[in-house]
């Protein structure tokens, strides 16, 4: 999404930012760095889509998964796996696995039994929280007494809690059959190459059987592993997504291979994530200049594999630790201190009670959207375009334009409303007051969209996105995202239609760099 | 001799410690150390010392000059 020339401009921003997380993170463990897990903020809008059942009912409350299941439901991560068994020119090792968490980012490391503590605190506290994941620092199965432990300590007080796990596939053959032991049906591999000649630019090393490979070797040996390892977790029906990292000039065109490779093995889910990569990461491709890709480059690769299999857009790779609803970040409350002094009493009744309700309200949102697209039956239009939503979830417009994190993007077009991906934007209004930085930021992130969907915008940004040539709208505050957004579509389509204005196609916008940082 | 951890770079990813076939690597202080007592710079078990091989931060698990060379007792 960037201009490669606005890029530059937001460096400066992005040091300090990151300066100061790493400061919160030295003074205070779970400081507020928020937003999904490196994974998830809900991926098809439309419940279950073109997913088989047997799938849908595995995913349909993991918010990794599902768009719409992260309005409803949270997971949380927690960090029992420091070490790892290869190392990725996009990892600095001083902090999180970069397949898994933002850049930048430092989780307190959890003992096994601290973090089932902490598991069942949260669960007992947090209805929604449904699925916990072990994605690092480093890799989970080169962890694999921690990461197991922590399973059987989960699996014996709270049943109910999904348990998943990402790993970077280096050793994942061998932990196959403890993994289906644990009945663990979510596993994610980060697969970025299945060429090895193009793994050889994105892994200098890898640690196996006691010794330590380079260059090809390494590379063949990493993609021979994870292309066995999909297979045997597929044959056991343990449900697989793959991630890769787009980095441009690299990896960027082999994706579609690497799409190709990794559905006919089986995999159900593919998420393609944006590089992040600054200098001050201190990581290969940092310190090299390595660019990440801009949002249409993103967009332009996800849609060229999306007839190939589900592609998951929602992914805001955010931080592995993150808790409660996503985008909603509780760790503060849930700090080791805090934990290993509380009592916690597992309450699995009320949990599944709570559960039952946000079922009966996902099926009336449906109903809902139904209703919207039959409004839209009849147009015909090659119009496609993009608009951005500030929401606090539940599938509404209900957030302040100043106060958003990020921003929902839809496309829209006669087929309806698509969800397509977030857009982080650091916040704006600080204190009642915008600054003039933070809102070009903001343009820039969405500058690719028409308009931008808020419950209420201020006179002077409001200005100035005109100025920008996307409309601010605000007359479906508090009211359903798709619904609103069809009805201005066909309103637009309208205008254009009776030349009251011209359809011009947007640019390209900038994925933000760095950490997200909370204000509060 | 034997192997060191500089203590400035290590990361206490904590990689080292499973690998090493003497258990001569702990932690202390939030970083990882190795017992010179205990460590053979891997002679005997691997062709390479284990613990440099796996960490992630170069020229951090390095020879320790401080200590004559490990004599491996036939
Ligand atoms: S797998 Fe994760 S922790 Fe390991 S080097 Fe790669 S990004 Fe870093
Ligand atoms: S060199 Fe080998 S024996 Fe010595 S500390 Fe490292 S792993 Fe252990
Ligand atoms: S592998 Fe290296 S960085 Fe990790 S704990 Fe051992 S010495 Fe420290």
């Given at each position: 999404m960037h201009a490669s020339t606005q890029h530059e401009t937001s460096e400066a921003a992005v040091a300090d930012k990151l300066a100061e997380a790493m400061q919160a993170k030295a003074e205070h463990q779970g400081c507020g760095t928020s937003g999904g897990s490196g994974k998830a903020s809900c991926g098809s809008s439309a419940g279950q889509g073109d997913l088989p059942t047997e799938i849908w009912e595995k995913v349909k409350n993991h918010p990794c998964y599902s768009e719409e299941a992260h309005h409803h439901y949270a997971r949380m991560h927690v960090a029992v796996a420091p070490a790892c068994n290869i190392q990725c020119n996009y990892c600095n090792r001083k902090y999180d696995c970069a397949n898994e968490s933002r850049p930048g980012v430092v989780s307190e490391k959890l003992t096994p039994q601290q973090a089932a503590k902490k598991v069942l605190a949260v669960a007992s506290t947090i209805p929604q929280m449904t699925v916990l994941g072990i994605a690092g620092p480093g890799d989970p199965l080169a962890n694999p007494e921690k990461t197991f432990q922590t399973f059987e300590l989960i699996n014996r007080t709270a049943p109910d809690i999904k348990l998943c796990l990402s790993t970077n596939g280096l050793a994942l053959p061998d932990h196959v059959d403890t993994i289906a032991g644990f009945n663990v049906d979510h596993v994610t591999i980060t697969i970025n190459m299945v060429d090895p000649e193009v793994g050889a630019k994105i892994y200098p090393w890898v640690f196996w059987k006691h010794k330590r490979y380079t260059g090809y070797e390494a590379a063949k040996l990493l993609t021979d592993r994870q292309m066995l390892g999909l297979e045997m977790l597929t044959e056991r029906g343990i449900l697989c997504k793959v991630n890769s990292v787009m980095i441009p000039g690299i990896n960027d065109k082999h994706l579609v291979e690497v799409n190709r490779a990794v559905k006919s093995r089986g995999a159900f889910l593919h998420n393609i994530m944006p590089l992040i990569s600054a200098p001050e990461h201190g990581t290969v491709f940092g310190l090299n200049g390595q660019r990440g890709p801009t949002a249409q480059e993103l967009k332009a690769l996800q849609d060229s594999c999306e007839g190939e299999m589900n592609m998951m857009r929602?992914?805001?790779?955010?931080?592995?630790d993150a808790v409660g609803l996503l985008g909603e970040d509780r760790s503060a409350e849930f700090t080791t201190d805090k934990i290993m002094a509380m009592e916690v009493n597992y309450d699995l009744d009320s949990r599944k009670a709570y559960q039952a309700l946000v079922e009966e309200e996902r099926v009336a949102k449906v109903a809902a959207k139904q209703e919207e697209m039959e409004a839209l039956a009849g147009e015909q239009s090659d119009i496609k375009l993009l608009v951005a939503v500030a929401t606090k979830g539940s599938g509404l417009i209900n957030e302040h334009f100043g106060h958003a994190k990020e921003f929902q993007v839809w496309e829209l077009s006669t087929g309806g409303a698509k969800f397509v991906g977030h857009r982080r934007v650091d916040l704006y209004c600080q204190g009642g007051y915008g600054e003039e930085d933070s809102l070009e930021t903001i343009i820039r992130a969405i500058n690719d969209c028409h308009a931008v969907f808020v419950a209420k915008i201020g006179g002077c940004p409001k200005a100035d996105l005109v100025k920008a040539g996307i409309e601010p709208v605000d007359g479906f505050a508090h009211e359903f995202i798709e619904k609103s957004a069809i009805t201005w579509f066909k309103e637009y389509l309208n205008k254009v239609k009776t030349g009251e204005m011209e359809h011009v196609v947007r640019g390209d916008a900038e994925i933000r760099q760095g950490a997200l940082i909370n204000a509060a | 001799m034997t192997l060191k951890i500089v203590a400035s770079q290590?990361?206490?990813?904590?990689?080292?410690e499973p690998e090493c076939p003497n258990v001569a690597i702990f932690e202390k202080n939030g970083t990882f150390v190795i017992d010179p007592k205990k460590c053979t710079e891997c002679i005997g078990h691997f062709d390479v010392p284990q613990c440099a091989a796996v960490c992630p931060v170069d020229d951090t698990c390095v020879i320790d000059n401080a200590y004559p060379r490990y004599q491996p007792t036939a």
């Open positions: 929602h992914c805001r790779q955010c931080r592995a | 290590c990361t206490s990813c904590s990689a080292c």
